[in-house]
């Protein structure tokens, strides 16, 4: 018997199948249902969660789970809180930066996963996975329909020319690093050197994840951060540091505008991005 999946809104990510709900129930029930979760990705969703438990409650018995709540994630089930084509094949991360939640969420550390099939990865850091579980990922990339995207992001300091030649098999159709503080920018610079040498550098397919305003960040230091990504032949993507309460500065906010969406960042700096 299926289970009805309800989120408190809709992003790329989240699935589109009959059994995935968007908000409060609506006219038309599924009467199949055994049990409701209420999925929560980001952690200001939280009490809108709890409203939409309750409000759920009468069609079914309700779980509350998802990453918000900071808690282990288990085996990755396709489609399940994901649209098809997204793929985790691996949660936790070694290293322990203290903006990121992936440190308390997987307390013991990276581990491997059972590989599904999928085109757009979302593992919290693939590149610090085993080389027998990378490889088997990319064979499995290739076999897909869809160009791969790497929207999980790779760390630019675990790179190594043989990624690079399992990226070039695959073609992706875009891959993701991040400068999220200053002792990111060495790195990125020689993963724009091997991405180069391999013939992986194009600006529209390598994108930058680059965290602005937080605590001591201003205006001038974050566009600095952001045109050096330029200049490295990539392509910046400002992403906004939020409190647990998801609050953000309206002038951060506007700033963050002028620096995520891709047609406005080709044609402010179109000289200088190939």
Same mark, same amino acid.
């Given at each position: ?15 589109? $199948? ?9 006219? =038309? ?18 009490? *809108? ?20 709540? #900071?808690?282990?994630?288990?085996? =990755? ?17 070694? #290293? ?11 307390? #013991? ?10 085109? #757009?990865?979302?593992? !919290? ?57 200053? $002792? !990111? ?31 001591? !960040?201003? =205006? ?50 179109? !000289? *200088?991005?190939?």
């Amino acid at each position: 018997m299926p289970v009805l999946r309800v989120f408190p809104r809709r992003t790329n990510a989240t699935p589109q $199948d009959e059994y995935a709900v968007i908000g409060d129930p609506g006219l =038309f029930i599924p009467e199949d249902i055994t049990e409701i979760h209420v999925s929560v990705a980001f952690t200001w969703d939280m009490p *809108e969660a709890e409203r939409l438990a309750d409000a759920w409650s009468k069609y079914g018995p309700v779980k509350l789970g998802g990453p918000a709540f #900071n808690r282990p994630g288990g085996e =990755f089930t396709p489609g399940m809180y994901l649209k098809d084509g997204y793929v985790i094949t691996s949660r936790g991360c070694p #290293n322990k930066c203290w903006f990121c939640a992936v440190k308390t969420r997987e307390p #013991n550390g990276l581990h491997e996963l059972e590989i599904h099939d999928g085109y #757009n990865v979302l593992d !919290d850091n693939l590149l610090a996975c085993s080389e027998e579980h990378i490889r088997a990922v990319f064979a499995m990339l290739k076999r897909q329909k869809e160009r791969a995207k790497f929207t999980g992001g790779l760390e630019a300091k675990l790179l190594k020319g043989w990624h690079c030649e399992l990226l070039a098999e695959v073609k992706p159709e875009r891959m993701y690093f991040a400068y999220d503080t200053p $002792d !990111d920018y060495e790195p990125l610079v020689s993963a724009a050197k091997l991405l180069k040498e391999y013939g992986l550098l194009k600006t529209r397919k390598c994108k930058v994840y680059c965290l602005c305003g937080y605590p001591s !960040d201003t =205006f001038e230091k974050a566009e600095a951060r952001l045109m050096q990504v330029v200049r490295l032949g990539m392509c910046p993507y400002a992403m906004l540091w939020r409190d647990k309460s998801g609050e953000t500065k309206q002038e951060w906010r506007k700033f963050q505008r002028e620096w995520v969406a891709p047609q406005i960042i080709y044609t402010k700096l179109k !000289d *200088e991005l190939n």
